[in-house]
């Protein structure tokens, strides 16, 4: 091993992040932005460990757009143990932090191009750090298309910002449910892979990216398959996998040849569409 | 960079001055069958004989369970404070066969992929390893030679081979020569020749063989993916995980955090881990990557002859010890299982 | 406010209890943190609620599992401490044994007649199936082993008192067993429990030279058939394997065959 | 109410015969009516359902009849077991089996006197209370137990259900290396001892008396712990090991879940006062002066003394096993077979633990599976003659004593013959009904 390798001794020390604003976004969901001691000088698509002190730690996106302060934003869904300890948090509390990890997209390989956005679930949260950028430079992009799907409306993120950014010429969004309880409801109802077949995409210039729960992939890519023929290397998913380190060691993250935490989770589909394990 | 040629006893008594000043780790019998790298005592003797390959192999030594990743301490400002464990003390890795060798390697090389791991690398730095010649298999479970590890000898600093005029002691690197000042051996000119010559009464084949060349079983193995011989196996498996934690080239680990009774200083640390053990691919939601016995198997197996080999480039991340299959109490045995695979998919010669 | 712990006892060695006792180094630490309100079912028990009930013991009687519900009713948490409480332990070997014949065996031909006919006068003698605490009320965690590991407990407690759900990893003893670099038993031609049986007790029979009966019952998903077969293959007779199973397991659904 | 004394006085889940007792006293017009003693322990037929055991695994299993005694229940199973497969055991599992034997006297002794007595003596509810106001005693007597416990461990493997020894011998032997970290800590703690000794000198014990017979074993050549045959106060003789159900006369009452006994007299009293009373000269003279110190002189009737005998014991065991493990450093360890075959065969053995003598018999088969078993346990010995002391005493001190005074030194009385750990622990619930 060769002694003059670049070693960083603080790989696994996590820097501190300090709470200070959490929004509840549904039921289970809470948006958090912290204060860190340095600027992350992330890329889209990337995540970060979170540590709660004496508690465990945990992968998760982060949701803002790339900055030159020290701000990182964050959405927590609450599936167990620390996710809890982080639902009981308050703004001053602080947190450890370690990161960016994660290769992340190249926001330059979207430019000039179509764009369709495939968000399910909590998908949205890790796909908002390359929206945000792509919305605020929109003119550098052909026709954006969004498309979110959540269970019912009470689980729907960011709404407000969507309805934002539909105010863009090029921007399309078109918000799915499961099903409505609620007579509000303004979207519309069904899977997120209905509209796929009725979208008119270029084949030749559409970048398509998504992200959801792990059975969304596979449906969404055989709708693409059988209206678009959109090539494997302009498809985009972003997956999840149990990750402990974040940093290519702990060897929970692997999907076949690959290391969800290294070369992913933002997967260019060409590179995994031959990996059994990959939209399993 | 010198060879030498000592007696036994000769070999011996320089070990025992090199443990004064550091651990230093031989292979000792341990129950009735089995052997473990464990620190010379000042009274131990040393077995230069044909020893099993450990229950454990050396390699655990340079990531050891239960490693401390940080610990952390609330300040009087609240805030949570990490500080890094402390520094490992130097070490020696004395009688490490080639498979065992290969291991450490490959780990150096997974260790040091950026970003390096930074215990693991203060760990290997401080590590002086004493290789230890085969010129017959262990026993009937290894196969060394068929992946490719039986001549390693990359990442020893000292390489012993046992000729019948005695010992040979041929040193690799500036830290080999370092420690052999300390030994009185008398230098050897021809040490790679007669090493050579030895090497050559090797049986063949040495110990078991693969059914196919090591480089075509990567596509081999993706051929055979939906395999039932991964199944078949997998019936009488206990997802134990002994397989994993006695393999040279596993490293996967969990971390988990444990805090004082008072909650304000706590402790962050990384056990081994197996992808053998059904939780280890399970995330929210719950989903189970893995939940088959069988695919953990075909994870376990595919991991060592083509996902790591393929990623790494280093040749085949089994290094043929045969550890899995001596420990596995269901008498699973890799190798068989590969040949077993070939045979299916056809690959066999 | 500090959380009110009890510990209440049925039918068990108290070991246990013990082996909390024997957290020496931190036991002022543990009481420090919790109001210790029942350390056996001392002060009047138709008072307090408790925030963490521990359970020792298995349930045998009509009365424990009246007195059982009552403990239910007014705790938070209930945890069941041990062996005897998690799986019946080895006392639920005597389900698989007639009664008469136990009272038989331990009282005499006459007192056993004595308790079989008149319920009434002895009262305190009857004896039911031998069940372990879930399966008479809802168990929040479990502390599993024969005794009970001091840091398993202590574990689980730092975790109440925080608000983290503990963890007990679902590993074979195995896995501690060759973190302590044991010669496997199977290699000496015996049999042992350790691939099939809940790990967290560090492999402690093994490491002192023993084997494991698997006192901290079965994993979710031990595989007994292959077990069960591995031993048949060593040539180990069927009542030596039905009473290894009866060891500590007599009580887990997957252990015996068909029972009852 | 209490000045025509007429109550009933019950304190409730007490004991531990394996497990739950209660106190019942009626008074009325300060005659007392009844004194009894109720043992409510659930049954867990021990004897029964190790029928079809190997002798290995009776000896595992017979260890969870009682946490506390874990050790002499196993020592006493190996011993009735090796009796029936015609076993010697070598001389240095004996020695091993001797200090296995007193680190759980020292375990066991060292619970119950610094910190299930002691409180009664301070006045403190518990040792909770007692924590705070004297943390430095407190912590002084967990480091005695620590050690106590370590002790055990580094013999058996574990502090509870230990598992390093067996039949004939040892599975894995001690680390000698550890050995001898007990021997330092050991010879470390002897001021440490001699603290608490000279604080339970400062305590004051209830006077009462009652002679009654005392059982325990007696050896020629050493203050019977390990080895010895019975020995009962009221003869001069000793009765073989063999011959146990003679000593013990076992026989049920319906209060009681328990089994009770008698032998020469109404009922008899085993445990530490018992063995110091038949065995005083064989103590070790550090033991002895101790003795002398604390003011327990053999024979002596006040049942409140056996917390005495047991300082005493605990002085011994300390002595003792510092010059056992001294011979043990001395000529080390070595390997011995552990093995045996199983052939037909019964046998009896007994031992001595810290509540008093125990007796194990089983019956094996050709095979080597268990056919019957019997196991006397100590506090069932004792509660015979607890509910004795109880009728005696209590007529005698309801003119002179309120109705809380009398619960307490009811509870006391009991706790003197440590009967279990739980029950002490926590004050008892004593309720008038
Ligand atoms: C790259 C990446 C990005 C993520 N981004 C987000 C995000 O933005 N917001 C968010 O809420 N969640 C995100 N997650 C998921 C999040 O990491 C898990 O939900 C979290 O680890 C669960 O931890 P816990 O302690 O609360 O649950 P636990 O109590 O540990 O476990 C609850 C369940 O979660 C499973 N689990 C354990 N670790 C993981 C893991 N790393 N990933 C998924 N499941 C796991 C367990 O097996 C169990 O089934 C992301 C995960 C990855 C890998
Ligand atoms: S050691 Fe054997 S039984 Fe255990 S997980 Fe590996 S293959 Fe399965
Ligand atoms: S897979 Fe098995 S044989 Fe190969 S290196 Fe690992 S333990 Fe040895
Ligand atoms: S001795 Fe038992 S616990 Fe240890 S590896 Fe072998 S089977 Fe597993």
Redesign the interface.
Known sequence: MSKDAFVDAGLYLPQTGRIVAIEQCTVNEKFFRLELTRPLQHRPGQFVMVTVPGMGECAISITCGPREDNILEMVIRRVGNITAVLHGLEVGDTLGIRGPYGAGFDLEEFYQRDVLIVAGGLGLVPLRSLLLPMIAAHQRFGAITIITGARSPAETLFRHELADWREKENVRIIELVDSTDHYQWDGEVGMVTAPIGSLVLDKNRTMVVLCGPPVMYKFVLLELEAHHQIPATQIFVDLERRMRCGVGKCGHCQINQAYCCQDGPVFRYSDIQNYPEGLA | MGSYLATEEQVSTWLHLLAKERDLFWPRS?????Y?FLPLGERDEICFDRYLP???PPGRRLLP?DET??T?Q?GDD???H?L?PQPSAPMVLAGVRPCDLKGITQL?T??????????Y??R??NTVIIAMNCLAPCDSRCFCSAVGALGAQD?ADVFLTLLAEGVLVESLSARGDEILVKASFSLCEDGKERRLVAEGTRPLPFGRELAVVPEALPEMLRKG?ESPVYHRYG????????CN??CPTC?????????????F??R?S?T????M?????????P?N??AEVGERQR?RL??KF??LP??FGLGSFCVGCGRCGR?C??NIDILNMVNDIAVEVGGGS | MKPKVAFFDFASCEGCQLALLNCEDDLLAILAQVELVEFREAISEQAGRYDIAFIEGSIHREQDIERLYDIRSRSKVLVALGACACNGNVQARSNFVAPAENYKAVYGEEDRNRVQVDGEYWPLWTHTRVRAVHEVVKVDYQLRGCPMQPTEFLHLLKSLLTGREPSFPANAVCVECKKNENECVYDRGLACFGPIAFGGCDAICINSGHLCDGCRGLLPYANVKAHRQLLKEMGIDITSVQNRYRLHLSNEPDAGEVRR | MSDSKSYKIRLEHITRVEGHGSIRIDTHQGKVEEVRLEIVEANRFFENFVKGMQPHEVVQTISRICGICCVGHQLAGLKAVEAAMGITVSDQTMRLRKMLNESQFLQSHSLHLYFLTLPDFFGAASILPLAQREPELVKRALALKKLANDYTAVLGGRALHPVANTVNGWRKLPDLGKVEEIYTRLLQSVPEMEAMLELIKTLKVPEYERETEYVSLKHPDEYALYDGEVCGSDIDTTVPVGDYRQVSNEFTVAHSTSKWSRWHRDSYMVGALARVNNNFQQLHPKAQEAAAELGLKSPCFNPYHNNTAQMVEIVHCTHNSLAMLADLLNDGLVEEEATYQPVAGRGCGAIEVPRGILFHEYGFDANGRCLDANAIIPTSQNINNIEQDMKAFVPLMLPVMSQDELALKMEMLLRAYDPCISCSVHMLDVKFV
Not at chain 2, 30 to 34: A, D, K, L, P, T
Request: with cysteine; glycine share 6%.
């Open positions: 341990v129950g009735q069958f089995n473990s450990t229950i454990v369970d990743l940080f952390s609330q609240r805030l949570s990490y890094p150096d997974v260790m040091a992929a950026a970003p390096a791991d930074p215990y690398h203060q290997r730095v990442g993916y019936e009488r498996c206990y997802s134990c995980g002994t934690l006695v490293y996967c680990f969990e971390v988990r955090d444990e805090m004082s009774l008072d909650g200083s706590g962050r990384r081994w881990d197996s992808c053990i059904p939780a280890f691919a399970e995330v929210a939601g989903h990557f893995r994870h595919k991991r083509e996902y393929e990623r420990q109490t269901a």
